[in-house]
């Protein structure tokens, strides 16, 4: 009896085996990923986007914004998976990891990409734009298209730019008013040899580290401030380790979105024309929002803060502008003459 019990129960676990292989054969590992609310798709195609900023800034929301016109435009056989706050890669990471094909759409900062081209310096030269409109025009025009596609020899393919707004600068050893106030002050800023050039002129030292690093040191005091948009000041929380900010639009910071032309290359064209549709329509989008967001986030700041706000006059803003103009001769050759030229020339357009 004992001897036929052991056979029965050696006969099923052979069936049970049988049949979990059976089902794994006919389920791979690596199949594509399945979104189960998707009834009756097959096959559904799935991007992963990772960005650093958080959900509730022009980034984090037009990432999301993208994602959801993908879905629509698609109905629902493609899917954007979205990872902020650098949850997948830091911004130091996340060029390498878009290479590798560890991710498929990336928002690095402009200033992160002299790295692959030094033209994108352009982009960081002090005060290069005066308005949104002179931002807007630049962007869309010859300067941003000629960005775009200087890409390309790395094997990226740009796809849009995404402005966030004008850059401040905070610090907790102020009033900062003038060029001179910032000497022998540290700062964080981003990976970036014309930011930080701008810094040496004004006799402060720059610590080029990650963006999801500022808050730490700003926390443990390794450096005294730092510059940044108005929405990361706020989503980050900045404010509250910082006792002065200075309104001052000295910079423009906003991001290219990419994906590698390998991948890109591999899509079919339906895909390629949904991707396309969805990315002009939410880079509209995100030039609307950005600029105005930022207004209404300092305005904000204003009321639960009790951080020192200075911004500066015209006169002040001038001297400021002047202090730093050297910057463009220096990174002429670097970045390109004829480059440069066309950003002046658009400065002088709308100042």
Do not use: C
């Not at 900023?53 to 879905?71: D, S």
């Not at 964080?188 to 610590?207: E, G, P, W």
């Not at 309104?247 to 396309?276: C, D, F, P, R």
């Amino acid at each position: 009896m004992k001897s036929a019990t052991g056979y029965i129960l050696l006969a099923g676990m052979v069936l049970l085996l049988a049949a979990f292989f059976g089902y794994q054969s006919f389920f791979p590992r690596d199949a594509v990923p399945y979104d189960d609310d998707q009834e009756g798709l097959k096959d559904q195609i799935v991007f992963k986007f990772s960005h650093v900023v958080a959900e509730n800034t022009p980034k984090g929301l037009a990432a999301q914004k993208f994602a959801e016109l993908v879905a629509e435009k698609s109905n629902g056989h493609i899917k954007i998976e979205v990872f902020p706050n650098g949850s997948l890669y830091s911004d130091i990471e996340e060029i390498n990891a878009l290479k590798e094909g560890q991710v498929h759409f990336i928002a690095p900062s402009t200033s992160k990409l002299g790295m692959l081209s030094p033209q994108w310096g352009v982009l960081d030269l002090p005060f290069a734009f005066p308005s949104r409109e002179a931002a807007m025009e630049g962007l869309n025009g010859q300067i941003g298209e000629q960005l775009l596609r200087s890409l390309q020899g790395d094997g990226i393919k740009g796809l849009a730019h995404w402005p966030n707004g004008f850059k401040q600068i905070t610090s907790n050893q102020g009033p900062i008013q003038k060029p001179g106030d910032l000497k022998g002050q540290s700062f964080r800023i981003m990976q970036s040899d014309v930011i930080s050039a701008q810094f040496s002129r004004l006799k402060a030292k720059a610590v080029q580290d990650s963006f999801n690093s500022t808050y730490k040191l700003l926390e443990e005091g390794d450096v005294d401030g730092e510059e940044n948009t108005i929405s990361n000041i706020y989503s980050k929380k900045f404010y509250n380790l910082q006792k002065h900010m200075t309104i001052s639009n000295h910079g423009y910071l906003g991001y290219a979105v990419m994906m590698s032309e390998k991948v890109w290359n591999e899509q079919t064209e339906e895909t390629k024309k949904i991707l396309l549709e969805a990315m002009e329509e939410t880079t509209a989008w995100n030039s609307r929002m950005a600029f105005e967001m930022n207004e209404e986030l300092l305005e904000k700041i204003r009321q639960n803060s009790s951080i020192q706000i200075h911004e500066l006059t015209s006169e002040e803003k001038q001297k400021w502008q002047s202090k730093l103009d050297p910057v463009y001769e220096d990174f002429s050759q670097e970045i390109g003459k004829k480059l440069v030229e066309e950003m002046k020339e658009l400065r002088a357009k709308y100042q």
